[in-house]
């Protein structure tokens, strides 16, 4: 599954995303390695999210996935239980398949999340397309390997553009030349562990 939405936010909401891609840039600098991904549960109530972000940040997250993303979520994944998010801000990322990277790497074996999605706050590049496989995505516990496919689709990086598709499809950045921001949020089915 591969469903793209344009001008998901408000105007008004778009800088301050864009702004947390840049303060995620500066983190990731300062931080030296450390795990950036940030978690979301999904139950409101749950005080067992996470993050190096400072609160107001997390904060802005919580509400650009609740009241932006959330009615997309709920159609395609309803039984989140949770929400994992980073930013990429001109990163070149080759072919993968989003996956718990904790225990890819211990047991290696795929734990996918329900779903992937891609946000864009701020583009102004040639190139940077999100590439997406036509494989046939990987099975949850499947042993990790790389996935055979004969043709990509390809989705243009535009601001206030959302792409979402689902676990285990192998996807890439294209290289670019410019800036491309990017939020990325995992929707996953069961808690994850640091």
């Known amino acids: 599954m591969l469903h793209v939405v344009d001008n998901l936010l408000p105007s008004e909401e778009i800088p301050a995303l864009r702004q947390l891609c840049d303060l995620h840039g500066d983190l990731k600098q300062a931080s ?13 109530s749950d005080r067992s999210g996470r993050s190096l972000h400072a609160a107001d940040q997390q904060s802005l ?4 996935i609740r009241q932006r993303l959330g009615p997309l979520l709920d159609r395609f994944a309803p039984q989140a239980a949770g929400y994992e998010w980073w930013c990429n801000t001109n990163n070149d990322l080759d072919w993968h398949i989003d996956k718990h990277e904790a225990t890819a790497g211990s047991d290696g074996r795929y734990d996918l999340p329900l779903l992937s999605t891609v946000f864009y706050p701020h583009v102004s590049c040639a190139g940077g397309e999100l590439l997406i496989a036509d494989n046939a995505p990987v099975q949850q516990n499947s042993p990790i390997a790389s996935p055979n496919f004969r043709s990509v689709i390809s989705v243009p990086p535009v601001v206030n553009r959302v792409a979402l598709f689902s676990a285990g499809v192998l996807h890439r950045i294209n290289p670019f030349e410019g ?3 990017s939020v990325a949020v995992n929707v996953w089915g069961h808690p994850l562990m640091e």
Do not use: K, T, V
Request: no cysteine; proline share 10%.
């Open 179 to 181: 800036e491309r921001y």
């Open 61 to 64: 997250m919580d509400r650009y």
């Open 32 to 44: 030296e390695g450390r795990n950036l991904f940030s978690w979301i549960p999904a139950d409101p």
